[in-house]
């Protein structure tokens, strides 16, 4: 073995630094510009590249979140007469409690009863009344019938915007009718059928009695009361003329596509039995948009 002295080994040391100087002294200019030429090319592509210095990109955006679908791209349902009929007798409607006994309707008790079993024979129903107030919706044809329920007032204002757009003159005729509102109206179909409350009481006015209820239901048994009905026209032109205008082609359109994207549903569909009426193309009753849409 070989003994090195320790001044031979500062002698070895320093001979090997020697050595090996030459070479790092011409690593630092070739890492220097290695260096200078990494900025020059990679410093131009972060200036131009999207995404850099903290800027997201869209693409970045794009794989960092994920928006939720809204109703546009949701899809309605499609639903028969028969399956429109059930679901706004099976709706719920909110601030309502049900009526459980038939109102007074002429005053003659045996009249009024005849009356009232020839309408459930019918389909009708006795209806709902709300359980607080309800609130104006300041149409220019309504008088003591202005009023809906909060709900199917925004639904009725989303419809109307919709129509205004579409160059449609969709109007309402009738809203809300409190159960003298729809007295009144019953009664006053009898006398001009020339229907009185003995004939009716007697039996004899059966068949004249039915041809009222064609139209117009008996107080208790009218959708009307409980602030989710109304009953449109178009221009002016209401009831059985309604079905041939332009407001109704429109709000009809693709299974009433028009109606059902602000909550509203035909009330008496044609294909449908036993709803009481003849069906009525003017009236729509509003059950919210949850069940609507897939």
């Not at 809204?70 to 409607?93: G, V, W």
């Amino acid at each position: 073995m070989r003994v090195v002295e320790p001044h031979q080994f500062n002698k070895i040391k320093h001979k090997r630094k020697k050595k090996h100087l030459p070479r790092a002294t011409l690593l630092i200019p070739i890492l220097l510009t290695a260096g200078v030429l990494a900025y020059v090319f990679y410093g131009q592509e972060l200036v131009h590249k999207p995404g850099t210095n903290g800027t997201p990109s869209d693409s970045d955006e794009s794989s960092q979140s994920v928006s939720p679908p809204s109703s546009q791209q949701l899809s309605l349902k499609r639903f028969s007469d028969k399956q429109f009929k059930e679901l706004y007798t099976s709706f719920a409607y909110p601030n309502t409690q049900p009526l459980t006994e038939a109102p007074a309707i002429t005053g003659n008790e045996v009249a009024d009863d005849r009356i009232q079993r020839l309408a459930e024979a019918r389909g009708y129903v006795l209806s709902a009344v709300p359980v607080s107030n309800i609130v104006k919706i300041d149409e220019p044809y309504l008088t003591d019938d202005d009023l809906l329920q909060q709900n199917a007032k925004i639904g009725w204002d989303g419809l109307s915007e919709a129509a205004d757009k579409a160059g449609v003159p969709l109007q309402i005729t009738s809203a809300y009718r409190s159960i003298e509102l729809q007295r009144s109206l019953f009664l006053s179909r009898m006398r001009n059928a020339g229907i009185t409350e003995n004939g009716v009481a007697d039996g004899y006015s059966d068949e004249a009695i039915n041809r009222v209820m064609n139209e117009v239901a008996p107080p208790g048994y009218s959708r009307h009361h409980n602030g989710y009905t109304i009953d449109l026209a178009c221009d002016g032109v209401g009831l059985h003329g309604f079905k041939n205008t332009s407001c109704y082609e429109w709000i009809s359109k693709d299974n009433f596509k028009a109606a059902k994207q602000h909550g509203w549903v035909p009330g008496y569909p044609e294909e449908a039995s036993g709803q009481g009426p003849r069906p009525e193309p003017w009236e729509f009753i509003w059950v919210g948009t949850l069940q609507l849409y897939e």
